[in-house]
Nanobody, 128 residues
Framework: QVQLVESGGGLVQAGDSLRLSCAAS?????????MGWFRQVPGKAREFVAA????????RYADFVKGRFTISRDNAKNTMYLQMNNLNIEDTAVYYC????????????????????WGRGTQVTVSS
């Protein structure tokens, strides 16, 4: 059974940094699937944050995190990361990792419908 487990969330102050991790298990060929991060605030739709192509040579970011967040992956460890710097209050949300539904997609997926497996999320809270 495919499983994604996020970790690394917590309570920080504005301007601080956090590093989220997403450990994947239950499927082979982790390196053949794009992976992404989304976030959600209560009462609002889940939104795209960042994604990395299966080949680890391309990434995409939402405009509101460009220059502050960096997505990466370690295929040898079946793990994806999200380094978040200069956090602000608006970054408070539950962060979810997700696995692409398609193997070796030619582009970097960014739509919720592009992903078919989700973790349970990790809470990030940024205080002023």
């Amino acid at each position: 059974q495919v499983q994604l487990v996020e970790s690394g969330g917590g309570l920080v102050q504005a301007g601080d940094s956090l590093r989220l991790s997403c450990a994947a298990s239950g499927f082979t060929l982790f390196s053949s699937f794009a992976m992404g991060w989304f976030r959600q605030v209560p009462g609002k739709a889940r939104e795209f944050v960042a994604a990395t192509k299966w080949s680890n040579d391309a990434t995409r970011y939402a405009d509101f995190v460009k220059g502050r967040f960096t997505i990466s992956r370690d295929n040898a460890k079946n793990t994806m990361y999200l380094q978040m710097n200069n956090l602000n209050i608006e970054d408070t949300a539950v962060y979810y990792c997700a696995k692409d539904r398609a193997r070796r997609r030619s582009n970097v997926p960014t739509g919720i419908g592009d992903f078919n497996t989700w973790g349970r999320g990790t809470q990030v809270t940024v205080s002023s």
